[in-house]
């Protein structure tokens, strides 16, 4: 396994908020665009056609900050990512969120996804997030080779 630092992968990362900060030894920042709360139920088939994703609503910002309960929230990156052909990444969560006593969950980012991924926020007690705060780090792993692309329904997500 070969980690890409991000330093070479200059245009695959758009919209950040400072890159002298955001890049680290091994990854690079991602920032808080939003968070969300889930609305309704999700569920999850062996083919995905019946498959619902709940809805969410954006939380509203307090003196540029969101108040979080305990429980499950979605968080919009600002960044936008293209995985390069020959890597997947992955989104590790900043160690001081764990310190805090929540986590940042998210799937591998598959060869050729672009977009303004996402991740589920799990927080265990009372916690305040400022806006375009660092709250996760994406690492990129190169593959041996060239991989298929990916072409799902999540391709260039939360690009406007």
Request: charged share 20%; glycine share 8%; net charge negative.
């Amino acid at each position: 396994m070969t980690i890409i630092h991000p330093s070479f992968l200059k245009g695959n990362i758009q919209e950040f908020i400072n890159e002298s900060d955001q890049i680290q030894q091994a990854g690079f920042d991602l920032t808080v665009k939003s968070i969300e709360m889930f609305q309704g139920n999700g569920r999850l088939t062996l083919n995905n056609s019946d498959r619902i994703i709940p809805n969410t609503i954006e939380l509203p910002l307090e003196s540029n900050f969101y108040n979080l309960q305990a429980g499950g929230y979605i968080v919009r990156y600002n960044e936008i990512v293209e995985i390069p052909s020959d890597a997947i990444a992955l989104v590790l969560p900043r160690s001081s969120l764990m310190r805090m006593g929540s986590s940042l969950h998210s799937a591998v980012w598959d060869p050729g996804y672009r977009g303004r991924g996402m991740a589920l926020l799990t927080v265990t007690h009372l916690l305040q997030i400022e806006k375009n705060s660092r709250i996760g780090q994406i690492i990129f792993i190169k593959l041996n080779k060239v991989a298929s692309q990916y072409s799902g329904i999540y391709q260039d997500e939360g690009i406007e």
